[in-house]
C-alpha cells in the first residue's frame, strides 16, 4: 500500500547546525503515529518540515495522494496571537480556507461543518465568543475544531495536551481516535509516554536523528528511551562537516 | 445657538478653502481607520510612525526634480516608502532581525537622507511644508489623489481582509493551508504607504500617523471585535478631522496638530470612559455574574 507521506533521509538545519538529522521512513495511510523525543530532539521542527512550513536542508518530503492535498496543522499554542480579537466561529472557519480561500463565501453547507465541529468539541454556542476569552483548554478545543472543519488527510498536532487537564485530554483523545477511524493519517506530537503506549498504534522516537520508528511496544523500549535520554541538546561550534547518513 | 453655527459650521459654510480642508480629512479618515486598526492588531503601531516618516526623501527627491508639484512629491513618497517597506520585509524574512528592527535602520537611512536633500536644494519654509503639511492649503489635484488613495484603500481591505485576520491569528496554519500570508502582509504594506503619502499631503510627514494611530488605538475602548473597531476608528477619525478643523479655525491653531490634538483628546477619553475595558469601567464595582 502506498504510505501517505515519505521522509526521504530529511535533515533540517538552523545555523548550519541539525535539528532534524538524516531522518527517513514512510507514515502509512491512515496511521496515526506519535512523534516522541526529549526537548530539542527535532520534533516540532518535524513537524513543521511535513507542514511545509520549513524547508529540508537535505533530503526530501514526499506526499502521496489521495486527499485534497490539505493539511490540517494545530501549531503549539505559543505560536498563535491569542490576544487578536476573532470570533471563535471564525477561527473555525479558517479551517476552510482550502475551499473559501480569501474570497469565496461561506455557504450554509459550510456553516453547518463549522456548528458540526464545535458540536463535536464540546462548544456548540461559543460562536459569538472572542477565541482569547477562553480558557487554555477551551481555545485548544477550537483549535481541534478548526482542524476537523478543514476535512484534512493528513493531521499534524503539535503538543496539543500541553497544559491540558484530563477531561480535556480524554475528549480530545476521543477526537483523536474518531480521525483514525476515518482512516486520516495523524502526527502527534506528545510528551506522554503512557499516553503514547495506551493511544498510539505507531511510534517516532527521535533525538535529532531517527532512534526508533514502527509499532509503538517495539520502539518504547528501555534501550531506545534510553538512548534517545542521552542525545545532547548543545551545539558544538566546531562540529565537524556531517559526512552522510547518522 | 449663534455661538454653536459660529463654531461649527460658519467656516465650513463660509470659506472654501475650509471645505476643501474638511474634504480632505474626510477622504484621509476613511483610509486610515482600517489601516490604523490592523497596524495596532499586528504590533506595528510604532512601525506606523517610521514609515511615514520614510516617505521624506522620495517628497524631497520629487520636490527638487518638480518645485512645489503634488504628483512629483506624491509618486517620490510613495517610491520611498514602498522601498523602506519592502526591504524592510525582506530582512525580516530572510535575516534572524526582527521587522521592527530593520524598519527603524531603513527608515533612519531614508529620513536623513531627505533631511539632507531638502537642506541642499530647499529652505526652510519648504522642509516645514514637507514635514508638517497644510490641510487648509489641499488644491483641486491633492483633494483628488486622498479620495483616490481612499477609495483604493477601501478596495483593497475588502479584497485583503480575510487574508489579513488570517495572516495576524496564527500564520503558520495559512501557510498549511495554502493560503498567500506574505503576499498578503506586502498589499497591505502598499495600502499603508498609498495612506502615509495621502496624509503627509494634509498633516506632514511628522504627524501623517496620528489620524492613523489615535482613533485605530480609541476605538479599543469602544469595540470588541475587528470590524467594530474599523467602524469605532473611522468615526473618530472623522470626529477629529472636523473638531480639529473647527477648532484650529476659531482659536486661531494651526490645522494639523489642533487635528492631531483633538484625536489625542478622544484617545484619552476612550482610555477612561470607553465601554470596552475603559478605566471607569474597571474601578466601578460591579456585581459578578453566577457563571
Sequence with gaps: MTPALSLRDVTVTYDRHPAVHHVGGDFAQGSLTALIGPNGAGKSTLVKLIAGLLSPSEGTVLRHGPGDGGIGYLPQMSAIDDSFPITVHDVVALGLWRRIGAFAPVTGGMLGRIAAALEAVGLAGFEDRLFGALSAGQRQRVLFARVMASDSRLILLDEPFSAMDERTIADLLHLIERWHDEGRTQIVVLHDIELVRRFFPDCLLMARGLVAWGATDTVLTPENLARARSMSEAWFPDADICQGAA | ?291
Design chain 2, 1 to 291: 445657538m449663534n455661538l454653536l453655527y459660529d463654531a461649527a459650521i460658519a467656516p465650513f459654510a463660509d470659506f472654501a478653502f475650509m471645505r476643501r480642508a474638511l474634504v480632505a480629512i474626510l477622504a484621509l479618515a476613511l483610509g486610515s481607520g482600517p489601516v490604523g486598526v490592523f497596524l495596532v492588531l499586528r504590533r506595528m503601531s510604532l512601525i506606523g510612525d517610521t514609515m511615514a516618516h520614510s516617505v521624506l526623501p522620495g517628497a524631497a527627491l520629487g520636490f527638487m526634480i518638480a518645485g512645489l508639484s503634488l504628483p512629483a512629491m506624491s509618486l517620490g513618497g510613495f517610491i520611498a516608502g514602498l522601498a523602506v517597506a519592502l526591504l524592510s520585509g525582506l530582512v525580516s524574512r530572510h535575516t534572524p532581525q526582527k521587522e521592527d528592527a530593520s524598519f527603524a535602520s531603513f527608515f533612519l537611512i531614508s529620513l536623513a537622507g531627505g533631511v539632507l536633500l531638502v537642506s541642499l536644494k530647499g529652505s526652510a519654509v519648504d522642509l516645514m511644508h514637507v514635514l508638517f503639511g497644510s490641510v487648509l492649503a489641499v488644491d483641486d489635484a491633492a483633494l483628488l489623489l486622498m479620495a483616490t488613495i481612499s477609495s483604493l484603500s477601501l478596495v483593497g481591505f475588502a479584497a485583503l481582509y480575510r487574508a489579513l485576520i488570517a495572516e495576524c491569528f496564527d500564520p503558520a496554519f495559512l501557510a498549511t493551508a495554502g493560503g498567500r500570508g506574505g503576499l498578503a502582509h506586502t498589499a497591505f504594506l502598499v495600502v499603508v504607504v498609498l495612506n502615509m503619502v495621502s496624509a503627509f499631503q494634509a498633516l506632514g510627514t511628522l504627524m501623517a500617523v496620528g489620524l492613523m494611530m489615535l482613533p485605530a488605538t480609541a476605538a479599543r475602548f469602544w469595540a470588541r471585535d475587528v470590524w467594530g473597531m474599523i467602524l469605532a476608528a473611522t468615526g473618530i477619525a472623522l470626529l477629529s478631522g472636523y473638531l480639529g478643523l473647527a477648532l484650529s479655525f476659531s482659536a486661531d491653531l494651526p490645522s494639523g496638530p489642533a487635528i492631531v490634538l483633538t484625536a489625542g483628546v478622544i484617545y484619552l477619553l476612550s482610555l477612561i470612559a470607553g465601554v470596552k475595558d475603559g478605566l471607569i469601567w474597571r474601578l466601578v464595582a460591579r456585581r459578578h455574574l453566577s457563571a
